[in-house]
């Protein structure tokens, strides 16, 4: 879940938060990991609902990676590149957005208040969701299959 370089006592406070109510109201067994874990299930299935989305890490791993993200409220770099971010910042704006309101109502719904920061914005879903995953450019596959000379088949 968490990198060896973590100190153990950012490990411990995050292992305590998640066990923590998620609301502050006394009848609330709900902890911050469950609504959390929902919150993430309608993450991922948005990420692995398109072809040209190549989740990075497992799911456990990026579980934990999302656990982390809403521990710190951080904006992780994206590795991926310029053009490839532009793209689908551009191309999943809508979807991005759609799905930071849904979980963010789904948050409400638990009594929690993730996503509802000053600083919360669907941006900050996208900074999350393209430093774990790549775009997989399937023009390139066929525009290299037509320079492969027929003697290769």
């Known amino acids: 879940m968490m990198d060896n370089t973590t100190p153990m006592k950012d490990k411990r406070q995050l292992i305590q938060w998640l066990r923590r109510p998620s609301t502050s109201a006394s009848f609330s067994t709900i902890t911050n990991r469950e609504v959390l874990d929902h919150m993430f299930q309608i993450i991922y299935e948005w990420m692995n609902s398109y072809e040209e989305i190549q989740i990075i890490p497992p799911k456990e791993i990026l579980l934990g990676h999302f656990y982390l993200f809403m521990f710190t409220d951080d904006y992780p770099v994206s590795p991926m590149p310029e ?17 930071f309101l849904l979980v963010r109502d789904i948050s409400d719904s638990y009594g929690s208040h993730f996503f509802h920061k000053k ?5 900050r879903l996208l900074q999350f969701i393209t430093s774990h995953c790549m775009i997989i450019d399937n023009t390139d596959f066929i525009e290299n299959e037509e320079e492969v000379p027929d003697e290769h088949y």
């Open 83 to 99: 053009e490839e971010f532009d793209y689908m910042s551009t191309k999943y704006t809508d979807e991005i957005v759609d799905t």
């Open 119 to 123: 600083y919360d914005s669907a941006d």
